[in-house]
């Protein structure tokens, strides 16, 4: 540790801390531009300058060591003048164009100008003119804002692990971009607009909707994924304008992938906004108390066997437990939340989470994805991936398809579950890399889940992981990556067929003569039997509602207060930011309502009270977040190892832009799969 | 301050050197030969495994002689740059942002004879200007980063060049000629134009950078009967000697 003191403050920071660091540590704010804790020190904008005592000039604090018994100025005449000369320097070229801006009001150029700026320029000269780039669908470009400070280079090369930004030329004409003009392959490339510290860099399809001091902030999950991203949902009015990565460093840190914060354009568009209910085959407009009363009639003598309930993948738990209850009422065994069909035990909690944590990957040694593509499934989960093999020594074997590099060396091992029996019998080199390791990991991804086989493919990989040291009293290195956001909450609730009840596959095809799919619209619902009476709750026109002979409109993630858990078995609770669209009610009120029309009444009557019941099933939900925890109990999941198939790992994620009801409603996102998605696809023919 | 608005007309630094690629003379591919992998072999011999990105200056430079040697423009195309990031296990963009970054790179073809005119404060100073009226009146050229109606000459403007002692100067490929003036800057370059390869460095009677017409110290010559059997000890000079 070395003592510093700042302004008279006597702090203590580590050894080879540097002195910006030593500031923050005693409270006092440094101006910077380029400096970001979660990247390299560039130390190219020379806006944190300090005075250090016996230091004959400033010195930019980022990139300077801390040495004991340092004594650090960071208010004195001699520092204001240098900051306010950068600023001078930053402000030569940068354009005045504010008003038309739309880092406007968020822009720490702007900010700091407050602090630092001269109220007139000096320069009577021409400012520098630069083209603009192209970066794809996502970020736009106003090059001439930029100034330099190359964070977008650095998060691209480092975090996201697409070395494809670059600064070319040098001096007055260098310029940030790719060179050759292409989009950012990267699923991460939404955060290059939070980490510009000006305008150069900003949301594309936001572009000129909304000033930041407008916006109505609410702290929310994202549930495009199973990562449970900390997000806040910024509104305007009744409308959602944007959504921003909150900071959660056991989580997301501060990134978000893109599909969660450009597909909000989807929460506007094929809403379903009021009960329709078919008559004579066609759709009509209703009232609620029709839609409940022909749902009702459909019920009545409709033997609890013959009812089902499938859940979809954007659910929050309140209306998963109300479903689940409403069934349970009306004497239903038949209720799946696994529309892909995966194969779980539900025996023991930690045989279907993440159970190292997010974080705990930066703990790994080694690594090892079964079935899994994490940089399309998870990219913020993949980011940490990355950030772990960069600090070195850390072997990545993958079985199974993947869709691009992941963005970090990974030895691939093959497309067969035959390789798992290769490793637990030694006769696959990588096992040694496994068994060296003090905290190995194995990942399960859904597509070595979602086979025939996926019992036996979950209890190899729990049987690897015992082979090679992974469950230790503080280490359980058994992990099951989900895509869903409702997966595990759901499996908390027990949401799967209960005895003598039918699955996904059994409800199709005639298999129930009533179907309630909440949220569902993955299951394929040309194989629903054309008898089968189908009531579709959720919130988008999907595959799901086209098929309905009821539709009950639900709300989005983003107007309902929801309790989700994700892959880790993390519970987090999103807050509602607008209110649903028309008529459309937050899902487990719907289902309360309901319950009463068909003489079942459920026991809550408020959000208090549903939570209340979610903790009832399950105590996890009592329980904000996350319990690390070891592998102590050894016994693995039930599955016999000798049903291990032959056939090869699917793909987990075909096109990543387009995995639910809003990714598919939304324009931005059907852009990103034109421009990704089709290029990898013809590459592949 | 009246002018064009335009990309291409603001900012002054170096003129032209475009940090976007001319797509339109890309040519589609590139592979180095056999002369040039004779040398990458005894560069690459220089660096560790694993710090092979340490070569992509050098290997630029084999790339855009290698381009002067097939096609009399040494100049880097992109798709060069792409193969030299393949081989170098490097990605792309490090290799543009090297090839952009250093004008020694030519991002863009040039003439056979690539003129570059040093306008630096020495050379500027002596006589600069009428170097580059000469080099323009001569090559039939009107601008700096024009290249001339028959292909052989582009000039250059670019800072000093390290030779002021014999300033002014101007580098034609790889050659510096030296001590120039407009006169001798217009024949240099009509020798080039008839093919000849004019010899080489200062243009006046001259050896490399030392006093024009011949030395004016040290004229003596130094005492090398060391009589004392000790080599390498001052002689004493006597007084008045000189």
């Known amino acids: 540790m070395a003592k510093v003191t700042v302004d008279g403050i006597q702090v203590e920071v580590a050894n080879g801390a540097t002195v910006l660091q030593a500031c923050e540590a005693a409270g006092k704010e440094i101006p910077r531009f380029c400096y970001h804790e979660r990247l390299s020190i560039a130390g190219n904008c020379r806006m944190c300058l300090v005075e250090v005592e016996k230091a004959p000039k400033p010195v930019a604090s980022c990139g300077y060591p801390v040495m004991d018994g340092m004594v650090v100025k960071t208010d004195t005449e001699v520092v204001r003048r240098a900051r306010r000369a950068v600023m001078e320097f930053l402000l030569i070229n940068h354009p005045l164009d504010c008003p038309i801006c739309d880092q406007g009001g968020e822009c720490d150029l702007q900010d700091q100008a407050f602090a630092y700026g001269g109220d007139h320029s000096r320069y009577a000269e021409n400012k520098r003119a630069v083209k603009d780039k192209y970066l794809g669908p996502l970020v736009k470009t106003v090059m001439t804002r930029c100034i330099q400070c190359t964070r977008c280079v650095r998060f691209a090369t480092e975090v996201a692990g697409v070395p494809e930004l670059g600064a070319t030329a040098r001096g007055e004409n260098m310029e940030i971009g790719t060179y050759v003009e292409k989009a950012l392959t990267s699923e991460l490339s939404g955060n290059l607009i939070d980490i510009c510290p000006v305008g150069a860099l900003t949301s594309k399809p936001q572009a000129f909707t909304a000033r930041p001091w407008e916006l109505r902030k609410t702290d929310s999950i994202d549930v495009t994924d199973a990562t449970g991203t900390n997000i806040r949902v910024h509104a305007k009015g009744p409308e959602v304008m944007r959504v921003l990565p909150r900071v959660n460093d056991a989580v997301n840190e501060e990134w978000m992938a893109d599909k969660g914060r450009f597909s909000v354009d989807g929460l506007r568009r094929k809403r379903l906004d009021r009960p329709w209910v078919r008559v004579h085959g066609k759709l009509r407009q209703a009232s609620w108390q029709d839609a409940f009363v022909a749902i009702a009639r459909r019920l009545e003598g409709v033997k609890g066997e013959r009812i089902g309930a499938v859940i979809g993948d954007l659910c929050d738990a309140e209306s998963m437990v109300a479903l689940g209850d409403l069934m349970t009422a009306l004497g239903s065994p038949n209720v799946d939340c696994r529309q892909d069909g995966a194969q779980y035990d539900l025996g023991r909690r930690e045989f279907y989470t993440f159970n190292s944590g997010i974080a705990g990957i930066e703990e790994a040694d080694a690594l090892l994805l079964v079935g899994t593509d994490p940089r399309h499934e998870a990219p913020v989960l993949n980011a940490r991936i990355r950030k772990r093999w960069l600090a070195g020594a850390f072997p990545v074997g993958v079985i199974g398809t993947v869709g691009a590099d992941l963005t970090y060396p990974a030895e691939m091992l093959g497309d067969r579950p035959s390789v798992l029996s290769g490793l637990l019998d030694g006769s696959v080199g990588f096992i040694e890399a496994l068994r060296n390791a003090k905290r190995p990991m194995i990942v399960v991804g859904q597509a070595a889940l979602t086979r025939e086989d996926g019992a036996a493919v979950l209890a190899a990989c729990w049987a690897l992981a015992h082979q090679v040291g992974a469950l230790l009293p503080d280490w359980h290195g058994f992990n099951v990556l989900h895509q869903a956001a409702s997966r595990v909450g759901a499996l908390d609730l027990g949401l799967v067929p209960r005895a003598g009840g039918r699955s996904v596959a059994g409800m199709m095809s005639g298999g129930v003569d009533v179907l309630w799919l909440l949220g569902a619209d993955e299951i394929g619902a040309g194989r629903i039997g054309p008898d089968t009476f189908v009531v579709y709750q959720g919130h988008h026109g999907d595959a799901g509602a086209a098929r309905a002979d009821v539709i009950l409109p639900g709300a989005a993630y983003t107007e309902k207060s929801g309790t989700y858990v994700n892959t880790e078995g993390r519970v987090q609770t999103a807050f509602q930011a607008v209110f649903p669209p028309g008529e459309a009610r937050e899902d487990w009120r719907i289902l309360r309502a309901f319950s009463e029309v068909v003489g079942h009444t459920l026991p809550y009557d408020d959000l208090d009270g549903v939570r209340r019941r979610l903790a009832e099933v399950n105590p996890v939900f009592a329980r904000q977040g996350l319990p690390r925890f070891g592998g102590t109990d050894l016994s693995g999941p039930s599955g016999d190892l000798n049903a291990i198939g032959t056939a090869p790992f699917a793909q987990p994620v075909s096109d990543y832009y387009q995995t639910n009801t809003i990714s598919r409603a939304s324009e931005t996102m059907a852009e990103c799969s034109r421009v990704y998605a089709r290029p990898v696809i013809q590459a592949a023919e | ?242």
Request: charged share 20%; net charge negative.
């Open chain 2, 1 to 242: 301050m009246s002018g064009h608005f335009s990309a291409e007309n603001i900012g002054h630094g170096t003129p032209g050197h475009a940090p976007r690629p001319e797509t339109d003379h890309q040519p589609s591919q590139f592979s180095f030969d056999a002369d040039s992998e004779t040398q990458i072999a005894a560069i690459l011999a220089k660096y560790p495994e694993g710090r092979e990105a340490s070569g992509v200056i050098p290997l630029l430079y084999v790339a855009q002689k290698q381009m002067g040697r097939q096609t009399g423009s040494a100049w880097v195309p992109r798709v060069a740059m792409d193969v030299i990031a393949a081989r170098l296990n490097m990605p792309p963009i490090r290799v543009y942002e090297v090839a952009t970054f250093y004008l020694m790179f030519n991002t863009k073809p040039v003439g056979r004879y690539h003129l570059q005119v040093c306008t630096t404060t020495p050379c500027w100073l002596r006589g600069s200007d009428d170097i580059v009226s000469a080099c323009k009146k001569a090559a039939g050229l009107k601008a700096f980063e024009e290249t001339s109606a028959d292909g052989l000459f582009t000039m250059t403007e670019v800072e000093c060049l390290g030779a002021c002692a014999n300033a002014p100067i101007l580098q034609v490929n790889d050659d510096y000629y030296e001590d120039l003036d407009a006169e001798r800057t217009v024949a240099l370059i009509e020798a080039l134009k008839r093919g000849e390869a004019p010899e080489r460095g200062p243009t006046i009677d001259r050896f490399n950078s030392a006093p024009v017409g011949g030395r004016t110290t040290l004229l003596d010559e130094p005492n090398t009967n060391h009589a004392d059997g000790q080599p390498g000890v001052m002689p004493t000079v006597e007084p008045g000697a000189v």
